[in-house]
């Protein structure tokens, strides 16, 4: 972070900001004033208001516009099943999904491209609400290894086998390869929180001539999911997982409270014209994280006992 103060680039340079695990729809995650049921409309919470001013303070602190916003999975919590749809202030995904548009829309950028994340939170009644807000938002389209991006047809249309999300995207910015694939190994204990990502790193060198072309190589892996970050390089490659906008739920919490602390914020890549590459994390401080209340009972007790 740079208190604000924007540096000196290169008009030339390209940049990409990665969101990821926004969970719109639950009560722990960030929404926008404007967020509603369709019916009746919510109050924000405590939570809501401070994940949003922090949503607002990562958004104005980015280096330059991004060229690419890279929506890396799970913007809605979806139907939470597993709690009975407990923790929502809607279990109407739509209403999570405007929402979440209303959230990214917020962010200028030239072109925008999303995978897609676990389908507990993104699947409802078999439909696909990633591919849904990916077409809304004018998405690049692509198809993993099923079809070609942008592939047009003699009308010049898009062909109908091309898609708008997938579990895993490739592309290349300023001559740079990207990885970007939602899940990776979760960790409760920061000590070992590296090991699924380097993992990743490692084995991407297998994959040449397989994944991406021989005598290519990956300069950036991207993985989300865990809801926390942390980066890897090693000599010419560069992996990190991304940060999250929701808080722990009742389904992260029942292992019990250690180790479901979260990075909350979004990351930066900025590839100078001469090859420099930048990574600008944009994590909110842990002293402006949403907190719990606290029971005072030494001021209960002296106010009810005088003790």
């Given at each position: 972070?740079?208190?604000?103060?924007?540096?000196?680039?290169?008009?030339?340079s390209?940049?990409?900001?990665?969101?990821s695990?926004m969970?719109?729809?639950?009560?722990?995650?960030?929404?926008?004033?404007?967020?509603?049921?369709?019916?009746?409309?919510?109050?924000?919470n405590?939570?809501?208001?401070?994940?949003?001013?922090?949503?607002?303070?990562?958004?104005?602190?980015?280096?330059?516009?991004?060229?690419?916003?890279?929506?890396?999975?799970?913007?809605i919590?979806?139907?939470n099943?597993?709690?009975?749809?407990?923790?929502?202030w809607?279990t109407?995904?739509?209403?999570?999904l405007?929402?979440?548009?209303?959230?990214?829309?917020?962010?200028?950028?030239?072109?925008?491209?999303?995978?897609?994340g676990?389908r507990?939170?993104v699947?409802?009644?078999?439909?696909?609400?990633?591919?849904?807000?990916?077409?809304?938002?004018?998405?690049?389209?692509?198809?993993?290894l099923?079809?070609?991006?942008?592939?047009?047809?003699?009308?010049?249309?898009?062909?109908?086998?091309?898609?708008?999300?997938?579990?895993?995207?490739?592309y290349?910015?300023?001559?740079?390869?990207?990885?970007?694939?939602?899940?990776?190994?979760?960790?409760?204990?920061?000590?070992?929180?590296?090991t699924?990502?380097?993992?990743e790193?490692?084995?991407?060198?297998?994959?040449e001539?397989?994944?991406?072309p021989?005598?290519?190589?990956?300069?950036?892996?991207?993985?989300?999911?865990?809801?926390?970050?942390?980066?890897?390089?090693?000599?010419?490659?560069?992996?990190?997982?991304?940060?999250?906008?929701?808080?722990?739920?009742?389904?992260?919490?029942?292992?019990?409270?250690g180790?479901?602390?979260?990075?909350?914020?979004?990351?930066?890549?900025?590839?100078?014209?001469?090859?420099k590459?930048?990574?600008?994390?944009?994590?909110?401080?842990?002293?402006n994280y949403?907190?719990?209340?606290?029971?005072?009972?030494?001021?209960?007790?002296?106010?009810?006992?005088?003790k």
């Open positions: 972070m740079n208190n604000g103060k924007k540096l000196g680039r290169s008009t030339s390209k940049s990409v900001l990665f969101l695990d969970h719109v729809g639950s009560s722990y995650a960030v929404c926008s004033p404007e967020a509603n049921t369709g019916i009746n409309g919510i109050e924000m405590k939570y809501n208001k401070e994940m949003y001013e922090n949503w607002c303070d990562m958004r104005d602190a980015l280096e330059q516009r991004p060229d690419i916003l890279c929506l890396n999975g799970e913007p919590d979806g139907a099943t597993r709690s009975g749809g407990g923790g929502l809607s109407n995904p739509l209403d999570q405007n929402d979440a548009e209303r959230l990214i829309r917020e962010y200028s950028f030239s072109e925008m491209v999303m995978t897609r676990s507990y939170h699947t409802v009644n078999n439909m696909p609400h990633e591919e849904i807000l990916a077409e809304r938002m004018g998405c690049v389209p692509y198809s993993g099923f079809g070609d991006a942008l592939n047009k047809t003699a009308d010049k249309k898009l062909d109908r086998t091309s898609k708008y999300t997938d579990f895993y995207l490739w290349t910015l300023g001559g740079k390869r990207f990885s970007v694939c939602h899940h990776v190994g979760y960790n409760r204990t920061e000590l070992y929180r590296t699924a990502l380097a993992r790193m490692a084995v991407m060198k297998f994959a001539g397989k994944w991406f021989s005598g290519g190589n990956v300069d950036f892996i991207v993985r989300s999911h865990v809801h926390y970050y942390v980066q890897i390089r090693f000599h010419n490659q560069i992996g990190f997982t991304t940060p999250a906008w929701k808080l722990p739920d009742e389904y992260l919490l029942r292992g019990g409270l180790g479901t602390a979260i990075n909350i914020g979004t990351i930066e890549v900025i590839i100078e014209p001469n090859g590459i930048v990574v600008e994390p944009h994590i909110v401080e842990p002293k949403p907190k719990p209340e606290e029971i005072d009972f030494d001021k209960i007790l002296m106010k009810k006992y005088g």
